[in-house]
């Protein structure tokens, strides 16, 4: 009695100061889609809005305070990503430093909507709890639901926009910050970390909010070091609590610029000491420049084979005879005339790459490759490579209309400086039919792998180098027109062998249909493809280089076009909408390694057993990743001190759309596959990177491995 | 250079307060300081004694929780059977709407069960600057010798509800270790809870 007595006190006691002390927050849930369709990703807020001079905290709390925390209660079908964190606010009081919020804050979580999700109104609900602090601390918990339509269409919400805005107020995720971060000088008890980077808008104030990191603090207080004008350099204590020291460190870097706040989230190794260079490290552990080069060099060698195209060669020494005949043998004249005509030719190139960087810019391009995870990509790219080789295979020309082609045969026939000029513009114009496959190549390039603007560009500007470089070199030395190789029947024949690239590219995007079809997509996508293909015969044969009814061959090729997209693509394969498919099984052979499917929990609960645990990041579509699994993991050594240290082996697919990996990849500062991640046994270590093919080598891995199970 | 380094510091934190630290392996900061009967402690009255601080202010969810679970208590009386010095250390100043003057400690004291051996009046944050208290619950376990055996949480689940008692409670293992003349295993983690409040 007496016990029970007391407990109705305790219990009167937690009443009392639950009621006595509401919240000074209010919370309420935001979703910028008011109809979804399964496949969608809507991103949900949770919009706290907190009372004057109360405040909420960051992800990493700082000297004091915690976290909010969003529980989600999801139906069947629907899964939450981490929370993304907009730019907190460094807030000072009492000599402590804390890392928060005023007024209000909208934090965003991704929420993915799997395929089989029924049509029809779901509930979102999800239980926040929370830290307030202003003189006093108060715990703050509450529920937040909201109707979500699961249609056909999407629809967006009235809060819409207020997502937009918060979206805004992300740090930014640029991983082309040139950053470093070392040791000032190993010490046993606290050691100074020195964080040094290239200003990216210029601001002053720079800053380095760090995250949350476990058996180790990276302190809140911040020394700034004198830079050179244009960089920032900082100096932060970080305290250990255990284990061993931590060789990364992430979180935000961030400028004032103007009363904004920029802050751009990184991850950096921490070196032994600053770069020899003082230049700094690119964030990206990525081989960006030297596959640069070999990009550059194909698309020189590419430019150089456009004028080997049978209707450009011929051109080419009637031009260059032409030159020499305007300029009265003058040698400094031809040359003139000749670099102009080279301007012209880069002017059309430079349009070319305008029009590339407008392209992608028009789809959204946020990690690498993710235009593959859009089935109608692929699609789309598998449909032009098979033009492109039946082009080549000369089933059917490409032509400018007759009109457009007289016009510009008029300007190049110019004499002169501007008669080079759009000699040289319109050169690429007038061979459009046989420059237009290889232009398509560089084209889906751009596409594929989002480029920034400047690296188009160059690419494009290379292309017009190697198209330009003949004409070059022949008008400071015509005497080497002798050496020309003869327009002839070869030509035709180099030009149809040329087509079988083509087609492999197109083989190898109709096996990537199956990513997301599964079997159906080799299926249905190669028949469309079948019946394109005698359409483009049809056409070409009989309505290019016909004179009689043609109308009825049009008329056949729009029927089995139509036929093809309404029956295979639209009918049977469903084309435009996001497929769930059992990716299945990933033991590539019966000794190779076991994987299983990556989550997070996953990850920790192998930690809690003891286990390192070495994940892979990968994607059917991306090649790097591939080989780097077969030449860097599945060899006899990897397998073998896999089982010896017991590791757990995961797989991250990344081949369609998943926002959580996107986010993890995020975390990890990656904008997209390949990563290759070992995490230590101690969870409080930080997991090691792997470099990406060809440097992945299987030596590298074991080390790895045997350093994480220690 | 010491006084550049506190010149620095000073112009980082730009509030004009800099705390100190209490490293562990180190002597602990020495201090006089009155209880809330008027008692004066002097940390050199403890040697040969284990000492624990624990930063207070029930008006914070995270220590309210360990005291409405009755987990605190408990952990006292625990150190007191072992012989244990256990000082509450009470920072918030006069200014804080978290001050207890002397008469409302008193009451608070009682009406908490406390079990501790003396609630120590800091409110001129003497003690908690001088040992680099951050938050409460801020604990920290002196050894016999005076050196800071453990400097951190009070255990690993920063959390202001469930029960405390199913955490893992590092001032329990530091007090049962340095008991058994062991070496403190894990000896400092990040503190958490809320700020203290000091004055401006």
């Known amino acids: 009695m007496q016990l029970l007595a007391r407990w109705f006190w305790v219990l009167a006691a937690l009443l009392l100061t639950f009621t006595a002390q509401a919240a000074k927050t209010d919370i309420r849930l935001a979703l910028d889609l008011e ?134 107020k992300l740090p930014r995720v640029k991983s082309d910050v040139r950053a470093q971060a070392f040791w000032e000088k190993p010490d046993t008890e606290s050691r100074n970390l020195i964080i040094e980077w290239t200003l990216v808008t210029g601001g002053a104030d720079p800053d380095f909010y760090p995250f949350e990191a476990k058996g180790y603090e990276v302190g809140n207080a911040t020394e700034k070091l004198s830079a050179p004008s244009g960089k920032a350099k900082l100096k932060k204590v970080v305290k250990k609590f255990e284990g061993d020291w931590p060789t990364q ?52 060698l590419g430019g150089l084979i456009l004028n080997i195209m049978p209707c450009v060669l011929p051109v ?62 692929v699609v789309a790219m598998a449909t032009l490579m098979t033009l492109v080789a039946l082009n080549l295979f000369g089933v059917f020309e490409v032509t400018l209309p007759g009109s457009a082609l007289g016009a510009a045969s008029d300007l190049a026939s110019k004499h002169g400086a501007s008669g080079a000029f759009f000699n040289g513009f319109l050169a690429t114009a007038l061979a459009t039919s046989c420059t237009a496959p290889i232009l398509a190549v560089a084209l889906g390039y751009a596409l594929a792998t989002p480029q920034p603007a400047h690296i188009i560009i160059l690419m494009f500007l290379m292309l017009g180098v190697g198209m330009a470089a003949p004409y070059l070199l022949l008008s400071w030395y015509p005497a080497l027109l002798r050496f020309l190789p003869k327009p002839g029947a070869w030509m035709e024949k180099f030009k149809m062998a040329m087509g079988f690239p083509m087609l492999a590219t197109a083989v190898w995007l109709l096996a990537r249909t199956a990513d997301h079809f599964g079997d159906r997509g080799p299926l249905w996508v190669g028949l469309f493809l079948l019946l394109l293909a ?52 990933h033991k590539s052979s019966p000794d190779g390694i076991d994987w299983q499917p990556w989550s997070q929990a996953a990850v920790e609960k192998a930690q809690a057993e003891g286990r390192a645990v070495l994940v892979d990041f990968t994607a059917n579509w991306c090649l790097t990743c591939q080989l780097g699994k077969e030449y860097g993991l599945e060899v006899p050594s990897v397998r073998s ?49 792997l470099p990406p093919w060809p440097k992945l080598r299987p030596s590298l891995v074991v080390s790895a491995l045997d350093q994480a199970a220690k | ?148 055996a453990y400097n951190g949480a009070i255990d690993n689940k920063p959390q202001a509800d469930g029960d405390p008692r199913k955490a893992r409670n590092y001032v329990r293992e530091a007090i049962d270790r340095l008991s058994a003349g062991e070496k403190v295993k894990v000896a400092s983690t990040k503190p958490y809870g809320c700020g203290v409040k000091y004055a401006d």
């Open chain 2, 1 to 148: 250079m010491k006084t550049i380094v506190t010149a620095i510091s000073t112009l980082i934190l730009g509030a004009g307060l800099v705390l100190g630290e209490a490293v562990v392996g180190k002597p602990a900061p020495a201090f006089t300081a009155k209880d809330i009967k008027g008692k004066t402690h002097n940390l050199s009255d403890y040697k040969a004694k284990i000492v624990v601080l624990e930063e207070y202010n029930l008006d914070c969810p995270f220590c309210a929780n360990h005291f409405k679970t009755g987990a605190m208590q408990e952990l006292q009386a625990y150190a007191a059977s072992k012989g244990v010095v256990w000082l509450v250390v009470d920072s918030a100043s006069p200014k804080s709407p978290s001050y207890r003057d002397p008469v409302a400690a008193k009451k608070e004291f009682e009406a908490e069960k406390m079990k501790a051996t003396a609630w120590i009046d800091d409110s001129s944050g003497a003690i908690g600057k001088a040992y680099g208290l951050r938050t409460t619950p801020h604990m920290v376990v002196i050894d016999k010798n005076g050196v800071v």
């Open chain 1, 249 to 300: 460190v992430a979180g935000l870097l961030v400028e004032k610029a103007g009363g904004a706040t920029e802050a751009f989230q990184v991850q950096m190794p921490i070196m032994e000491s600053a770069a020899a260079s003082g230049g700094g490290i690119g964030m990206l552990p990525s081989d960006a420049p030297s596959s640069l080069w070999a990009a550059l060099g194909l698309a020189f």
């Open chain 1, 641 to 689: 001190k896999i089982k010896e240290t017991n590791t757990l082996a995961l797989i991250a697919d990344f081949t369609g759309e998943d926002p959580v990996i996107a986010a993890e990849l995020k975390r990890f500062n990656q904008a997209g596959v390949p990563l290759l991640l070992v995490f230590p046994k101690d969870p409080k270590r930080d997991p090691i990177l």
């Open chain 1, 316 to 377: 080419i020494a009637l031009k260059i005879l032409g030159f020499v005949q305007q300029s009265q043998q003058s040698p400094r004249e031809v040359r003139r005339l000749g670099l102009i005509y080279v301007a012209g030719v880069l002017f059309s190139f430079l349009v070319l790459a305008l029009a590339a960087i407008g392209l992608q810019k028009a789809g959204h391009t946020a990690t690498w490759g993710s235009q593959f995870q859009d089935p109608r990509f």
């Open chain 1, 35 to 168: 109809t979804a369709r399964p496949g969608d990703t809507v991103m949900a807020g949770v919009h706290m809005r907190m009372a004057p001079r109360w405040h909420t905290y960051w992800r990493n709390s700082g000297d004091s305070g915690g976290a909010t925390t969003i529980d989600w209660e999801l139906p069947p079908g629907i899964t939450a990503g981490a929370i993304q964190w907009p730019v907190p606010e460094k807030y000072v009081t009492a000599g402590l430093i804390t890392y928060v919020y005023h007024d209000d804050v909208v934090l965003l979580v991704p929420l993915t909507l799997s395929a089989p999700v029924a049509p029809g109104p779901v509930e979102i609900s999800a239980r926040v709890s929370w830290l307030e602090c202003a003189e006093q601390c108060l715990k703050g918990k509450g529920t937040v639901k909201k109707t979500l339509q699961v249609g056909t269409t999407d629809k967006k919400s009235a809060d819409a926009a207020l997502i937009e805005e918060w979206k805004k």
């Open chain 1, 534 to 585: 005698f359409a483009a015969w049809v056409w070409g044969e009989f309505v290019q280089r016909s004179s009689r009814r043609r109308r009825i061959a049009m008329a056949v090729c729009l029927l089995l076009l139509a036929f093809g997209y309404g029956f295979c693509l639209e009918k049977e394969l469903g084309w435009r909408s996001r497929q769930q498919v059992d990716r299945g099984n």
